[in-house]
């Protein structure tokens, strides 16, 4: 066995390691490794460590990956180092101040509690509620350290398709994050997680597997049909979880893509009853859709990816304190930040409402290149680059910038394209006119604070619309819902039956629609 | 000459690509040097700023949009010429998966370079890679896979080539998120790569 000292922050510790073993994959599984998007396959160079002394020679993969400079230091990716000898290495912590914790009403004698939660492939959102007054008391927003192994579903499923381990190592990695964001919230407001007598978990299907521990197959493999979709309630401790005498249920999903989170957020926003014309989005990683007229519900959902929720921007962030979320123009940037704080990030309603400004200055070009040239001198000194990449600083002190990439915008335009794309092809398919839509839901960690005409303005929506509510994060809502009531866990199973999942990817054109819906219009 | 051109599809602006073309096709030009130095020289660099991560996917994307803007205009021209490509590619996911942009970029950028590809798509099992060999004259096999699980295909496939005696007359390249170029070498396949540049450019490196 050999030893690794690891350093991360100011926190010293030792693992064993077997020679030979991958050294991002023991960094992996005891925790050290916050994200990395490709999983250990070095190609995203997140899993960069600093080998203190005697550094092993460097890849190429490092020399891809790296700077000079930073090999010269002794820096090297974790995922192409095989253990050999002893080592002292430091690992980086980039969870910067993505999660935060909420108390929503000061009370002092609970006795009963309920536990709702949303385990999102990017973001956990719970909320304790008092069973008696049936009140929200404290709320917490975590990463999901599933993330570490894999940025997105597909790289999770490829992580725990690999061997039983894995698919241990993601169910445990999971689980112990909701056990601590239970023992953060509890002691905050006094109760012992024991006392928690009802949980309701809604998630999409994978990561409902994931927390179960089933084995992946029939989602990873055409034809992508699980039959797992609503499993039996079962008690805390069952699973390990700290409210180990809660009674556990899960919301049920209707297909491998439409989940547990979107037919419980569609439930809360009573879309089963609904009469009129109504499209229920949830612009979370996996960008579900559901389209209801005349009883008739039609589903699909799109890889949108992260960048709603704030992660994979440079200077994103969760829509909590210091958030920048409202972004105008007059004579020069204008914005807000959530609770007025000082800024620390830019949330989802934020990079909506930055796009829609850029675009309208003339400032990114069809093909999303962002002009470093600007005639209006109040942007002009906002436009530099900042670590090679051309960007547009939104806020500068001398303690933190506040800016967005070249590549964020990327990653914008991927989002957006995506989103796009299922919106044109639910309405194509059904033959829907726009102006038939009464209203429009939009779901998502936004925050309150999303600006909706820039919805269309930045491109997500292929047409204008009056009737478009936001309405967070409805999966937790869902969640609520059952907890509280009984007959609502009735609702959401019916509703799930009476789903009409399509395939997008089925659709021949989806790939050229694809990539025309990657194009910004340009002055709208 | 061709400077606007490549720059128009290197940019991303379809409509000008378009333009150009049909002005080059207006004024005599050979559709064989359109496609060479105008449309497959915008690629190229894009490919090498793609590979040098200066440029995302979806400024590739992009550019390959600019690309077939001006490439549908010259196809038909080439085709009743008799235009002899590069070489003749065909390329599949071996099992599975539905869509991929990874392997889709590949094709983009191979036609780019000038290569005739055959896209089998996705679940694609050894019949249609024998199938792409013997009636469609392809002369390089290129397999992607997504999971460290259907990697095994990949030899498979391989071995199903050798046993129809057409081993030695195709390269076969292979690539995709968990593969690495060690698997290559193991399964007995002439080249991994791992971008849809360098793919491009190993292609018409084995045909030459």
Do not use: W
């Not at chain 1, 108390?103 to 004698?109: A, G, N, Q, R, T």
């Not at chain 1, 620390?344 to 962002?370: H, P």
């Not at chain 1, 796009?420 to 194509?428: V, W, Y």
């Not at chain 1, 930045?458 to 999966?475: A, D, M, R, W």
Request: aromatic share 6%.
């Amino acid at each position: 066995m050999k030893r690794i000292s690891v350093i991360k922050g100011n926190i010293e510790s030792e693992i064993l390691v077997s020679k030979g073993e991958n050294l991002y994959e023991e960094l992996a599984k005891k925790g050290f490794i916050d994200s990395a998007p490709c999983g250990g396959r070095g190609k995203c160079g997140k899993c960069k460590i600093e080998i203190i002394e005697n550094a092993t020679p460097s890849t190429e993969s490092d020399v891809e990956h790296l700077t000079p400079k930073e090999i010269e230091r002794g820096f090297r990716l974790a995922c192409k180092i095989i253990v050999s000898e002893d080592l002292s290495i430091r690992v980086f912590d980039n969870t910067k101040d993505f999660g935060g914790i909420v108390v929503l009403i000061e009370k002092s004698d609970i006795e009963d509690a309920f536990f709702a939660l949303d385990i999102g492939t990017t973001t956990l959102e719970g909320v304790i509620i008092d069973a008696v007054s049936k009140e929200k008391i404290i709320k917490s927003v975590k990463l999901n350290p599933q993330k570490a192994f894999g940025a997105d579903v597909f790289s999770r499923l490829n992580f725990s398709l690999e061997s039983e381990e894995n698919r241990l190592l993601l169910k445990e990695s999971v689980i112990s994050e909701i056990n601590m964001m239970l023992e953060n919230m509890c002691t905050e407001i006094g109760i012992d997680s024991t006392n928690i007598s009802n949980m309701a978990i809604s998630a999409n299907t994978t990561m409902i597997h994931m927390l179960l521990g089933e084995k992946v197959d029939k989602l990873a493999f055409a034809p992508f049909e699980t039959d797992f979709l609503a499993p039996n309630d079962f008690i805390g401790r069952d699973i390990g979880l700290r409210c180990e005498n809660a009674k556990v249920h899960i919301s049920p999903a209707a297909s491998s893509f439409v989940g547990g989170d979107i037919t419980a957020g569609a439930v809360s926003l009573g879309l089963e009853e609904e009469k009129h014309t109504t499209l229920f989005m949830d612009l979370g990683t996996n960008g579900e859709m559901i389209f209801a007229r005349q009883g008739r519900f039609a589903a699909c959902s799109v890889a949108a990816g992260p960048a709603f929720e704030g992660a994979e921007i440079e200077c994103g962030m969760s829509a909590l304190s210091g958030a920048i979320c409202k972004i105008g123009y007059d004579e020069d940037i204008v914005f807000e930040t959530i609770d007025e704080k000082s800024p620390k990030g830019i949330c989802g309603s934020g990079l909506i409402d930055i796009m829609a400004v850029l675009l309208k200055l003339g400032l990114i070009d069809e093909t999303g290149k962002l002009s470093m040239v600007s005639e209006i001198p109040n942007i002009q000194r906002r436009l530099r680059k900042i670590d090679d990449e051309d960007c547009i600083v939104l806020f500068e002190d001398e303690k933190k910038s506040v800016y967005l990439t070249q590549k964020d915008i990327r990653n914008f335009q991927l989002a957006k394209a995506a989103i796009r794309t299922g919106i044109d092809m639910l309405i194509e398919k059904h033959e829907v006119n726009p102006s038939d839509i009464d209203t429009i839901y939009i779901a998502g960690g936004f925050g309150s604070h999303l600006q909706v005409e820039n919805l269309f303005r930045c491109g997500i929506l292929p047409f204008k619309h009056e009737n478009i509510e936001v309405v967070g994060n409805t999966s937790l809502k869902g969640s609520v819902m059952s907890v509280i009531c009984e007959e609502a866990k009735i609702r959401i199973y019916n509703f799930s039956n009476k789903i009409e999942v399509f395939l997008l990817s089925k659709h021949p054109d989806f790939q050229n629609q694809f990539i025309e819906n990657m194009i910004f219009e340009q002055n709208i | 000459m061709f400077a606007e051109l490549s720059q128009a599809v290197k940019s991303g602006n379809a409509g000008e690509a378009k333009r150009l073309t049909e002005e080059f096709i207006g004024n005599g030009v050979e559709p064989e040097e359109i496609l060479n130095n105008g449309l497959i020289t915008g690629m190229m660099e894009i490919g090498v700023l793609f590979k040098n991560n200066e440029v995302y996917v979806p400024e590739v994307l992009i550019a390959a949009r600019a690309m077939y803007a001006g490439l549908d205009i010259i196809k038909p021209l080439l085709a009743k010429k008799d235009f002899k490509s590069k070489g003749k590619v065909a390329i599949g996911t071996v099992k599975g998966d539905l869509h991929d942009i990874g392997k889709n970029l590949v094709c983009m950028m191979m036609e780019g370079s000038g290569l005739e590809v055959v896209d089998l798509e996705t679940d694609v099992g050894p019949d249609k890679f024998i199938h792409a060999v013997k009636e469609e004259g392809a002369q390089i096999i290129a397999m992607s896979a997504l999971l460290t699980t259907t990697m095994p295909e990949m030899k498979n496939i391989i071995d199903a080539l050798e046993a129809e005696g057409l081993r030695d007359k195709v390269k076969i390249m292979i690539g995709g998120a968990p593969v690495t170029a060690a698997y290559a070498e193991q399964i007995g396949a002439d080249a991994y790569t791992d971008d849809a540049a360098s793919a491009a450019n190993k292609a018409i490196e084995l045909l030459s």
